[in-house]
T-cell receptor, first 111, second 114 residues
């Protein structure tokens, strides 16, 4: 079973920040939080990952709460091309690195 | 550079037939993963390879499913005696090593069993 819960869907206006929450209340100390997205009819694409510190790259920012029980993916200026299903996954770095996907959040960016 | 490729992109087969799905990982990637995605569902882990060995086959749904990898590169997922519930998109991913952070996914093979 997936170790994360996410809202089923969200809308965001083009040009605004999209904030996608994820709950991972049972996360353990050696588990990372990863975010992927899947644009229609394509394979998932890596976005960002983190352990306990906030992270930023050219695509997004990841904010992890101090207790690590939840996180938020931030797309600072959403575009229509960001419309996709966003998956939050926790990975046990001492295990097989297999991904256990939940159902994700379907983000729709509106013009 | 070239990403993960999968073939065929689409496969329609009759119930009871065997099918083979192929994955070509990124050159030099030692870890390879198979997932499947049923219509409207999230991705389901099937099996992963480190080199040519498969330490974790826990996700294979039945003994009709098998996979192999040769030469540390190409992998084949075989489904014997296909059933309608096998209809899904089968995705392959690879990573540089077993413990690499990022998995690179291919475009998938859409399997339809009629």
């Amino acid at each position: 079973d997936a170790k994360t819960t996410q809202p089923t869907s969200m809308d965001c206006a083009e040009g605004r920040a999209a904030n996608l929450p994820c709950n991972h209340s049972t996360i353990s100390g050696n588990e990372y939080v990863y975010w992927y997205r899947q644009i229609h009819s394509q394979g998932p694409q890596y976005i960002i990952h983190g352990l306990k510190n906030n992270e930023t790259n050219e695509m997004a920012s990841l904010i992890i709460t101090e207790d690590r029980k939840s996180s938020t993916l931030i797309l600072p200026h959403a575009t229509l091309r960001d419309t996709a299903v966003y998956y939050c996954i926790v990975i046990d770095t001492s295990g097989t690195y297999k991904y256990i996907f939940g159902t994700g959040t379907r983000l729709k960016v509106l013009a | 550079g070239a990403g993960v490729s999968q073939s065929p992109s689409n496969k329609v087969t009759e119930k009871g037939k065997d099918v083979e799905l192929r994955c070509d990982p990124i050159s030099g990637h030692t870890a390879l993963y198979w997932y499947r995605q049923s219509l409207g569902q999230g991705l389901e882990f099937l099996i992963y390879f480190q080199g040519n060995s498969a330490p974790d086959k826990s996700g294979l749904p039945s003994d009709r499913f098998s996979a192999e990898r040769t030469g540390g590169s190409v992998s084949t997922l075989t489904i014997q005696r296909t059933q309608q519930e096998d209809s899904a998109v089968y995705l392959c991913a690879s990573s540089f090593t077993f413990s690499s952070y990022e998995q690179y996914f291919g475009p998938g093979t859409r399997l339809t069993v009629t």
